[in-house]
């Protein structure tokens, strides 16, 4: 059974630090892009990060670019997500993502790409 779990969360003060981790179990992802989204109350999931295979390449929605990192141990089957300068924008339940198949960047980047996802971690930035 696959499973993905995120970690990390929390409450922080704007400007703080955040490092989220997802640790996947039940199945190898090292082949394949994986992807951080958030959903905010009464807002739909939208995409934050994604990294490809050998995490050479990666991408950010353009709010969070020069703030979040993305990275992954594909020796640890885990993903992070380093979250620095956070914002109030920023509270939300962040997810991680991987997929059944090999996708392209802008596949990546779509939830619907994804076949499984984990259970979220809450993410909440006073003012």
């Known amino acids: 059974q696959v499973q993905l779990v995120e970690s990390g969360g929390g409450l922080v003060q704007a400007g703080g630090s955040l490092r989220l981790s997802c640790v996947a179990s039940?199945?190898?992802?090292?082949?394949?892009?994986m992807g951080w989204f958030r959903q905010a109350p009464g807002k739909e999931r939208e995409f934050v990060a994604t990294?490809?295979?050998?995490?050479?390449?990666?991408y950010y929605k353009d709010s969070v670019k020069g703030r979040f990192t993305i990275s992954r141990d594909n020796a640890k089957n885990t993903m992070y997500l380093q979250m620095n300068s956070l914002k109030p924008e920023d509270t939300a339940v962040y997810y991680c993502?991987?997929?059944?198949?090999?996708?392209?960047?802008?596949?990546?980047?779509?939830?619907?790409?994804?076949?499984?996802w984990g259970q979220g971690t809450q993410v909440t930035v006073s003012s």
């Open positions: 993502a991987a997929p059944r198949r090999p996708l392209t960047t802008t596949q990546a980047m779509g939830a619907e790409a994804y076949d499984y």
């Open positions: 039940g199945r190898t992802f090292s082949n394949y892009a």
């Open positions: 990294i490809i295979w050998n995490g050479r390449s990666t």
